[in-house]
């Protein structure tokens, strides 16, 4: 280990969302110097708008930062590179990538409400890689805090010492130096061959229009110079590399960067998606012998269709929007599509509802679209009688009953944290949506930790607010995809005036068709607006009608005008009025509104 890695110290954040990790990061690089008071803004690493106002970390951010310790004859410096990762479920692979770039990582959990699920779920997986566990406990200013109670809490559910507990506030600065010190005594320097061929970690890339693709790469064996000729040995491609640096936080430019060392590569390639993350950079005239473990495609595991909420909008815009996005985010698929009801649009693939809900806020904040959005969907696996099989992604081409002989669901496995008085509530919810129940474990604090089985296509409806609905607040869930199961599944369509609407159709367990055909009709009926004429709702599987509603139409007097004389006129009128009610119906069409589609996200 060469002089340079032994002053190194890579670390990560782990925390759940609005438990503060963007803040201490705010502290860090005040007390280090690296940025200067004046300069400093909340949430400095988070630089999306988004971000900013939700108060979550959506892209990775790393930073290199340079400390000195209190050490007595310690006066050389020490360069400290934190990686500001993301903390919600959807972008686990990313948070996975970044522990595998780090040596530490410091545990943030909030006072006043303890270690939370996704929480548990990273720092599972960086003990599990080996990195050292620093848990600090924030918000110990607030008059809620329980900083005692949740040390202990950590310590069990962890298996470490109460003794490592760090105590801060980051929002005041309190014990925050604390933290910097005990990064440099407990975490280790990177280890690493100097001499080795080149193999660098892509943990994150990001699309510059002026540079191209910009990714973060951790140096695990040997060095990378500024320009040289590079290969992405995942993807088996190459291309001339333009300028390495680290970013202090904005960029500043290296000669090259060294073995454990953490910095941006400005790589050549022109598109996000040949640079994954996950890929090992090495050098195309020495190239490593094998790349470095841990790389896997991502799939989108929820789909959905995204629509202009006016049929006759401008399209090109939408697929121009979609074109700038998918720039930065390799993670974001779609094709074109068309629908009878909502005409031109895309069916786009996401990381999980956060990512998909990102998307959608984006697409209207920053372009100006008004959308609709269709009910997210898995993917199901589909084995036809032919001995073929094909993946599904959107419920209006499930092929012809009689055509398939299996229909595969995707599973996950579930990992919720909760009061124990909430313990019940959450076992309900969990047997409603089909699933099962593996180890329950009681911590410290009176929390629980349930493990359960269930189905993806029941957890990415509305499982997360009925979950907080259920725990007043307080239960979070982490979930990991499985594997496929076979299931009787069917197809789930619903009738407006007879016409079916492909953005309501969804694929459903044959045991749910029945409460989920009368639930979504019921919510049809409170947001389509009634007609001059009576419009049929029905829910319909294989052409067999499950359940129907009906709105009632809106009534118009046409004898208001008569005073007086013979019956007969009126009842003229009367009839005439109900043959044109009648002609509507059979003529006249029913325009669907956006709210429809949101109706068939509820399970109950």
Not at 138 to 150: H, R, S, V, Y
Not at 572 to 594: C, D, H, N, W
Request: proline share 5%; net charge negative; hydrophobic share 40%.
């Amino acid at each position: 280990m060469g002089s340079n890695q032994e002053n190194i110290r890579n670390f990560c954040i782990i925390a759940h969302i609005d438990h503060g990790k963007s803040t201490l990061a705010d502290r860090l690089l005040e007390l280090t110097g690296t940025v200067q008071k004046r300069d400093m803004q909340d949430q400095l690493l988070d630089s999306m708008e988004l971000e900013r106002e939700r108060g979550i970390t959506i892209k990775l951010q790393p930073v290199t930062m340079q400390w000195t310790p209190k050490a007595a004859g310690s006066d050389a410096p020490l360069t400290m590179n934190l990686i500001d990762t993301p903390g919600h479920v959807d972008f686990s692979y990313e948070v996975s990538r970044t522990l595998s770039a780090c040596e530490g990582a410091l545990l943030l959990v909030d006072a006043t409400q303890g270690i939370q699920a996704q929480t548990l779920a990273h720092a599972t997986q960086a003990k599990a890689q080996g990195l050292t566990l620093i848990p600090v406990i924030n918000k110990i200013d607030l008059p809620a805090a329980e900083p005692e109670d949740t040390a202990l809490a950590i310590a069990e559910t962890l298996e470490i010492s109460a003794d490592d507990v760090i105590f801060i506030s980051a929002k005041t600065g309190e014990g925050v130096d604390e933290v910097l010190q005990a990064i440099g005594d407990r975490v280790p320097a990177p280890e690493g061959q100097a001499g080795a061929p080149l193999r660098a970690l892509v943990f994150d890339s990001r699309y510059d229009p002026y540079q191209g693709v910009v990714a973060s790469v951790r140096v695990v064996d040997g060095s990378l110079p500024a320009r040289s000729k590079i290969k992405l040995m995942a993807v088996g491609k190459s291309a001339e590399s333009n300028d390495v640096g680290v970013l202090r936080p904005q960029p500043e430019a290296r000669p090259q960067l060294e073995t454990g060392e953490i910095g941006y590569l400005v790589t050549g390639f022109k598109s996000i998606v040949e640079v994954r993350v996950g890929d090992t950079v090495t050098l195309a005239a020495e190239p490593a012998g094998e790349p470095l473990p841990g790389y896997r495609e991502v799939s989108p595991m929820v789909f959905a269709g995204i629509f202009l909420e006016s049929s006759g909008g401008d399209f090109g815009k939408l697929r121009e929007a979609l074109g700038k996005l998918a720039l930065n985010d390799a993670s974001l698929s779609y094709e074109p599509v068309q629908s009878q009801a909502l005409g031109q649009g895309f069916r786009a693939g996401f990381l999980g509802l956060l990512h998909l809900d990102i998307i959608r806020e984006r697409l209207t904040r920053e372009f100006n679209l008004n959308l609709v959005v269709t009910a997210p969907t898995v993917p199901y696996e589909i084995r036809l009688t032919d001995g073929s099989e094909l993946t599904l992604t959107d419920p209006a081409e499930l092929p012809d009953v009689t055509r398939i002989a299996e229909i595969r669901e995707p599973w996950a496995e579930l990992e919720i944290v909760c009061r124990s008085q909430d313990l019940g509530a959450v076992q309900r919810l969990i047997a409603d949506r089909r699933g099962t129940f593996g180890d329950t474990r009681f911590a410290a604090s009176e929390r629980v930790i349930v493990k359960a089985e269930v189905p993806l296509a029941n957890l990415v409806a509305d499982f997360y607010d009925q979950l907080k609905g259920a725990t007043a607040g307080y239960g979070s869930l982490s979930y990991e995809l499985t594997d496929f199961r076979p299931a009787p599944l069917v197809r789930l369509d619903f009738l407006v005036a007879g016409d079916a609407v492909s953005g309501l159709s969804v694929i459903v367990h044959k045991s749910e068709s029945d409460r989920r055909s009368r639930a979504v009709l019921a919510k049809l009926k409170e947001v389509i607006p009634p007609a001059m004429f009576q419009i049929a709702l029905q829910a319909v599987v294989g052409g067999k009608v499950l359940a129907r509603e009906d709105i009632s139409a809106r009534k118009k007097d046409v004898t208001a005008g008569l005073y007086g004389g013979d019956v007969t006129r009126k009842r003229k009128l009367q009839e005439k009025q109900k043959k044109g009610k009648a002609r509507m119906k059979s003529e006249g069409s029913v325009r669907v509104p956006p709210e429809a589609f949101v109706a068939v996200l509820k399970q109950d």
